[in-house]
């Protein structure tokens, strides 16, 4: 026999429903969203009749705070139909399926929503019950919905066996442990996580795994909300030290900053990446190598003050994104400096620009001064203006001068907005 | 003058520009400019608005365009032109870039054209670049070749080495090559300043275009964007200073622009002349050919008929447009030979020769229409003749031969210019801005109503309502851009039906561009540009009536045996007018709409003048100048006749006194105020442009003046002034209106005498008119015709006539099932007529196109119940057997052509709710009983009265009426009224639901099928509403048409 679980009400709580019924029965199958199959064969004398396993079942979910519809019947099928159709529990006895399931309407077929144009070519028909369908003379069925259709006049007969299709959990790497006694210092807590990550690289080595993303979650004395860090790895990751490590280094750089009383550490498993190196092609450093480099250089001078530097593309001055880096694919940066800016001189860019004192004449600077020169200009070359992100708050518009003191041959601009002058760079 | 600017782009750059021609002009103008030239990439069209806005001002618009040379990376090259020839060989370099190959040798176009070397997109920039910008030999290298090949195609005199700033290092690198090269080749420099918008502050509006033309956001288009605001047109003596340094680049602007005597006053456009025979000119052949369409016209054939001729005639002469008026005649004269129905509508229908040529269909003698209202020596402006023709195939014949006629190069349709609106801009604008899906779509719902209005309170709280703040400065932003792209053109459309023709090659006055449609092409100017430089224009429009008009006369000529001529209907037949005064009009030309039927009753048309108001009434015009009611209630008799002044009785004496048609109102202008036919004319060019209100202040002000100089003041000079400027944007000529009751006419007495072969047209016309096909059908049945539903054994691809002992009746077309393709359709017909079907499984065999889903629609229509005429089965016995004969056996059993048989269907038949669901799913219609009479009985429980029994309801008094909503209207001019038609089985009754009713009960009215509606009866003058007070959904078990919802 067969039992059905039908929640239409709790799709949401489904792994819940599992949960349950895989406490009565090893031999279950996830049917649908709403609905869970359990062989109940051989359950008879641990619970008792099917009657009292059905109530058993229901009482359990009731205290789990569902509501479900359950059947009983002789194959998967007909108890969920049944379950989907009837609500409370229904025992169908053997040889009684389609007298007790004529009445049920079509939609209610468990391959209907797989199959909507059969369900469509039914409603045509006029054939709005398995009491209707199952009327129907199944050689001319067949050869209008063809094997599809003696599957469906079975079901509407209540008379289709078929094997149930086993359930199998998911994977899911988690490991966990509350403490008696909290954490106050770094060094233990790096103790208990190495301990950790360790078992969960075991468990993904048995499975021939990797770990491509590590979330660490701290449950804290106060305050109640737990820390969390996250470790997103270039490739997936198979030495458990190195990731503790990472998980040391951030945690130096951002402590808990409470008495820490329970550890969760989670990965998201991925296939492990196997490369074949070049004979003639330079060894880079090894990945998870490098990520442990940068994240100690990372921890010395800022996690904002590391990665690749790329070219903002905009006409403003001097605007650059730390973006990490792409050490293993050929570097190629998104923006390109302007082709053609084949200048054959260079210019030494002070940063941040040095606030100049400037003095014009007609509109052209004649005399400037700052903290490395001063005098009055001989030759100045501008202006050269530039604007934009004018729809934004960071709206810049500014006025450049190549100028000529006596010492130097300097670029200076005024920055429009407030006024003030700037010298930007020295020309060599 | 230092200074003039020879380098310039408007938005009809297509998001290469910010400013309308007609902004650089004002800003050029006010500059002191003394001319400028519009160059804008790949086209003129913007010139013909930059020429006449510089007419008005007095500015020399020399015309130009940037030609974007293929193989040169995208250079582009500014050519500007000098002479007529220039100008023809700048269109026709043109036209054969859209047309053709893209590589194009620019030599045989070079002549009379000046070629600027051209700014950061130019050959030159872009060959130094090529070589490299500072110091490099190879930049200079490449340049002086790029410049040489310039000079060996153009000739020396002819190339000029362009210079702008633009205040960027880079581009002054390349000036200093620039300039080095143009001293070692001999050539002469000229400063430009490339301008794309004419004030600074609308640099922010080319960004936004630079980003929707790439595809990108503000903040995602980096240095695709300007760097800076500096391509202004900016003033001579900024341009003197910032090129003081050479000073004969500035000089040789002003050189330049001397040199170029080119203008779009000297276009060189002519009408085609039309070929006749030796001995015989345009005007002789035009005389004869009037003469004989007189004779037969005017029967008498008087001497104030031959006067009116006469006089036209020798306008015409005088004019030159003999060409023009037998070339529309040899385009209905290949309409007639061809059997394609045309009629000419709008002001033609003034013209005595229009109307023997049998171009239009209203006697203008007979009607004492106004001449001078379609052509007058006074005012200088061409004619304007449009042609209805029937829509679809025939209207496109006609189309085909006017291109074959006079060469894909000699005639083209007018653009039409599609610009940025409410909705457009702001959905652009706000994808540019990054604002995300769910807030566009917000924005874009409000778009609606903010565009007449300015920034103010009202618009902040509307923007408030939808959780937008408009002090914010994003949305702030977003307003003031979408404010900023109003108007500006966005592309090129293809007018719905304008053609101009030229003699000798068209794309040698305007290019041409291909259209979507093939075998088409398009010129760069739209109608009003067109009608600004003088070509003359011939619509071809498409009308559905015309085409169900023609489909009518042909199906009564093939199942009556008569040949209906639309020119010799019997004129008016009363019973025609009594349907007509019933408001009986549905699928009538122009009086089927709610409205016009609420005004017949009261109207009481009979005889033809009386359509012609009919039709000119419904209009927002006299709505809104609240002329309907004095007219009615004058009509009726319950007011007298009187008249503002009595100097306007004459003009105003046939219409009770109250000005319909926009001819009365010109003469009112030109007797009341003294207008000359001009000043008329202008007020009427007024009347077409929508907030064109600064230029209506103007009118009023010369009108008021006017009329107190005649006298005519006080309430009597008011009501003047508010009939005219009531007209501004919905004027009604009279001529027009009169073509349009002659088909309202033709319509009318083709329904009433000929219901069957109307029907059948109608319906094969759809989608047009006011009514769903559902109601359609309805109605015919209610008059009496029969119609037949969908059998394979009978119906063809479009809906046909049957003679049977019933009469003639109309069958239903295949074109009606839903999802049946018409090459499967067609396909059955073709086999049909090989011979006849034996059975479902013949029908799929034999007719491999019919895929499985169309078997199954045509067996759940009952299409499939009569294959076997012997023992007709039902249609779930047919979708038995169809679900069998879809499944193929295979070639081995199919070529035996046996069928398997087997017993009857275990399938119940359908019930009569089952059988009017699948009509209605698969068809849209039902041809047996209407939804409602199956619930009859319990809205007879519930008091409610059939549509057709309102009429012995006395008014005032309270009732309920229920049916299929099928239209809701809430017209702009109704304040916020929706008027909803219930259709039952008897017939449509009408429901007015006041603006707090709606409010209340908006859901139930938008989303419901079937209503019921409560509410006080107003029956007066037979026209019948119910005044809304309570309204409900009511459950009819059957699926309905969807509703036609006019706003």
């Known amino acids: 026999m067969y039992a059905s679980i039908h929640t239409p009400d709790f799709p949401s709580s489904h792994a819940a429903v599992l949960d349950c019924a895989s ?332 606030e100049a004192t400037v003095r014009l004449q007609n509109g052209i600077p004649v005399w400037m001064a700052f903290g490395l020169a001063h005098g009055p200009i001989t030759t100045a070359s501008g202006p050269w203006t530039s604007s934009g992100d004018w729809w934004n708050s960071q709206s810049w518009t500014r006025q450049e001068w190549d100028v000529e003191l006596r010492s130097a041959v300097l670029r200076i601009y005024q920055n429009m907005a407030t006024g003030r002058w700037y010298a930007e760079g020295i020309y060599d | 003058m230092k200074y003039i600017e020879l380098h310039a782009a408007s938005a009809f750059s297509f998001l290469r520009g910010a400013s309308n021609p007609e902004n650089l002009i004002a800003v050029c103008h006010d500059f002191g400019m003394p001319a400028m030239a519009l160059v804008d990439r790949d086209g003129v069209y913007g010139s013909a608005r930059f020429h006449h806005a510089a007419k008005k001002t007095k500015v020399t618009a020399h015309v130009g365009a940037e030609y974007s040379m293929a193989g040169e990376s995208g250079a582009v090259l500014p050519l500007l032109a000098e002479t007529r020839e220039g100008y023809r060989n700048l269109c026709r370099l043109i036209t054969q870039m859209h047309m053709e190959a893209p590589a194009i040798d620019l030599t045989p176009y070079a002549k009379g054209l000046v070629c600027l070397t051209g700014g950061g997109h130019g050959p030159l920039t872009q060959a130094i670049r090529r070589g490299g910008i500072y110091g490099g030999h190879e930049g200079m290298k490449e340049g002086r070749k790029a410049a040489e090949h310039l000079v060996q195609i153009f000739g020396r005199d002819h190339v000029y080495v362009e210079l702008q700033r633009h205040f960027d290092r880079e581009e002054e690198a390349i000036n200093q090559c620039a300039v080095e090269i143009a001293r070692s080749l001999h050539l002469p420099l000229v400063a430009t300043n490339g301008v794309q918008y004419a004030q600074p502050s609308e640099r922010e509006i080319l960004d936004v275009f630079t980003c929707i033309r790439n595809h990108r956001t503000l903040d995602t288009a980096g240095r695709l964007l300007a760097r800076n605001a500096e391509r202004h047109l900016k003033t001579p003596d900024e341009m003197t200073r910032i090129f003081s340094d050479l000073p004969e680049a500035i000089a040789n602007t002003v050189e330049l622009s001397s040199r170029l005597q080119f203008t779009l006053e000297d276009l060189g456009y002519q009408f085609p002349r039309y070929p006749v025979d030796d001995g015989e000119t345009m005007i002789s052949f035009l005389r004869k050919r009037v003469d004989e369409g007189a004779r037969r016209a005017y029967r008498p054939y008087t001497e104030k008929h031959r006067k009116q001729i006469a006089r036209e005639l020798s306008l015409i002469e005088k004019l030159a447009l003999e060409g023009y008026f037998l070339i529309v005649w040899d385009i209905v004269e290949f309409c007639r030979r061809n059997h394609i129905l045309v009629q000419g509508r709008g002001s033609a229908a003034n013209s005595a020769v229009c109307y023997v040529l049998g171009i239009t269909a209203v006697d203008p003698i007979g009607m004492d229409l106004l001449f001078e209202r379609f052509l007058s020596e006074e005012r200088g402006e061409w004619p304007d003749i449009d042609l209805d023709l029937p829509s679809g195939d025939q209207r496109e014949r006609a189309i085909q031969y006017v291109y074959q006629r006079y060469g894909s190069r000699g005639a083209a349709m007018t653009a039409n210019v599609i610009t940025y609106r409410g909705r457009s801009a702001s959905r652009e604008v706000g994808k540019v801005l990054g604002f995300d899906a769910p807030d566009l779509d917000r924005l874009s719902k409000l778009a609606g109503r903010w565009e007449y209005q300015d920034a103010s309170d009202t618009l902040a709280a509307t923007f408030a309502q939808s959780g937008f703040d408009i002090a914010q400065p994003r949305i702030r932003k977003f307003l003031d851009l979408c404010m900023g792209i109003q108007d500006l053109p966005r592309h090129l459309g293809q007018h719905s039906g304008g053609m101009i023709v030229c003699q000798g090659q068209l794309d040698s006055v305007v290019p041409l561009e291909p259209a979507t449609m093939p075998g088409r092409t398009v010129v760069q100017w739209d109608k009003d540009d067109c009608a600004d430089m003088k070509i003359i224009k011939v619509d071809l429009l498409g009308l559905g009536m015309m085409a169900v008009l023609e489909d009518t006369i042909q199906l009564i000529h093939d199942h009556h045996g008569e040949d209906v001529d639309l020119a010799h209907l019997p004129q008016d037949d009363q019973e025609t007018y009594k349907v007509i005064r019933k408001a009986d009009t549905v699928g009538m030309f122009q009086i089927e709409s709610r409205a016009q039927m609420s005004c017949l009753p009261r109207m ?141 006419y033709a319509s009318a007495y083709l329904k009433c005498h000929y219901l069957a072969a109307f029907t059948a047209a109608i319906l094969n016309n759809q989608p047009m008119g006011f009514y769903s096909p559902a109601t359609l059908v309805k109605d015919a049945q209610r008059h009496g015709l029969k119609v037949r539903p969908i059998d394979v054994t009978r119906s063809d691809w479009p809906c046909t006539l049957e003679s049977d002992d019933a009469g003639i009746t109309v069958r239903m077309g295949l074109c009606y099932v839903r999802g049946l393709r018409k090459a499967a359709g067609t396909a059955l017909v073709e086999a049909r007529h090989a011979g006849p079907f034996t059975s479902i499984e013949d029908l799929a065999r034999r007719v491999r196109e019919l895929q499985k889903s169309e078997l199954v629609v045509l067996a759940e229509i009952g299409a499939l119940n009569f294959l076997d005429a012997s023992d007709p089965t039902h249609r779930r016995d047919a979708l038995w057997q169809v679900e069998r004969a879809s499944r193929r056996t295979g070639p081995l059993l199919e070529e035996s052509g046996v069928d398997e048989r087997e017993g009857d269907s275990p399938l119940d038949v359908m019930t009569s709710e089952e059988r009017l669901i699948a009509d209605f799913n698969n068809t849209g219609m039902t041809v047996g009983p209407h939804p409602m009479a199956y619930c009859r009985d319990a809205m007879k429980q519930r008091g409610v009265v059939r549509a057709a029994d309102l009429a012995g309801i006395p008014n005032g008094r309270i009732v309920r009426i229920a049916g299929c909503v099928i239209t809701r209207q809430r017209p702009g001019t109704a304040k916020g009224f929706v008027f909803l038609s219930l259709e039952d089985e008897t017939g449509i009754a009408n429901a007015i639901v006041t603006p707090d009713v709606f409010e209340k009960n908006r859901t139930v009215i938008v989303q419901s099928q079937f209503l019921f509606v409560e509410g006080r009866i107003q029956n007066i003058d037979n026209v019948i509403h119910v005044k809304a007070a309570r309204m409900q959904q009511i459950a009819v078990p059957h699926p309905a048409p969807p509703a036609r919802n006019f706003h």
């Open chain 2, 604 to 744: 009481q048309p009979d005889h033809f003048y009386d359509l012609v108001v009919q039709v000119a009434i419904i209009r927002p015009g006299p709505i809104v100048g609240k002329m309907v009611h004095p007219y009615l209630k004058r009509r009726q008799k319950r007011e007298g006749v009187s008249y503002p002044h009595s100097m306007l009785q004459p003009v105003l004496e046939r219409t009770l006194g109250v000005p319909l048609f926009q001819e009365q109102l010109l003469r009112m202008a030109m007797i009341a105020a003294g207008f000359s036919g001009g000043e008329a004319e202008e007020l009427r060019r007024a009347f077409g442009f929508k907030r064109a209100e600064r230029r209506m202040k103007e009118i009023e002000t010369r009108l008021r003046s006017g009329m107190n100089a005649n006298g005519i003041v006080g309430s009597a000079q008011d009501e003047i002034v508010h009939s005219i400027t009531s007209f501004a944007l919905y004027g009604f000529p009279e001529s027009h209106a009169a073509s349009f009751a002659l088909l309202a």
């Open chain 1, 23 to 354: 406490a009565f029965s090893p031999r279950l199958e996830d049917t649908a969203d709403n609905t869970v199959v359990l062989d109940l064969d051989g359950l008879e004398r641990l619970f008792g009749s099917t009657t009292v396993i059905a109530e058993q079942l229901k009482r359990q979910l009731l205290n789990l705070g569902f509501t479900a519809n359950i059947a009983i019947a002789a194959n998967p099928d007909a108890a969920v139909c049944a379950s989907r159709g009837f609500t409370g529990i229904t025992i169908i006895e053997t040889s009684t399926e389609a007298r007790r399931l004529k009445d049920l309407p079509v939609h209610l077929l468990p391959d209907a929503e797989a199959e909507p144009e059969a369900l469509d070519t039914l409603r045509r028909w006029g054939i709005h019950t398995f009491g209707d369908l199952a009327r129907l003379p199944v050689k001319s069925l067949s050869s209008r919905l063809g094997q599809y259709g003696v599957r469906l006049h079975r079901l509407a007969r209540g008379c289709a066996m078929r094997p149930l299709k086993p359930h199998m959990p998911s994977l899911h790497f988690e490991e966990s442990v509350d403490l008696d006694d909290a954490i106050v210092l770094l060094e233990p807590l790096t103790f208990v996580i190495n301990r950790l990550t360790d078992t969960l690289f075991h468990r993904l080595q048995f499975r021939g795994l990797a770990a491509l993303e590590m979330h660490l979650q701290l449950k804290r004395e106060r305050p109640h909300e737990p820390f969390s860090l996250s470790l997103r790895l270039p490739m997936p990751a198979q030495n458990p030290r190195i990731v503790a490590r990472l998980f040391a280094l951030e945690l130096d750089a951002h402590p808990p900053e409470a008495p820490v009383i329970g550890i969760r550490l989670e990965a998201t498993p991925s296939k492990p990446r196997v490369i074949q190196n070049g004979l003639f092609v330079p060894l880079y450093p090894e990945p998870e190598k490098l990520e442990l480099t940068l994240a100690r250089i990372a921890a010395i001078v800022g996690r904002g003050n590391i990665g690749s530097p790329e070219l903002h593309d905009t006409h403003a001055r001097g605007r650059f994104l730390m973006t990490r880096m792409k050490y293993w694919k050929n570097l190629k940066a998104p923006v390109t400096p302007e082709q053609n800016a084949q200048t054959t001189i260079a210019l030494r860019l002070l940063r941040p620009a040095a």
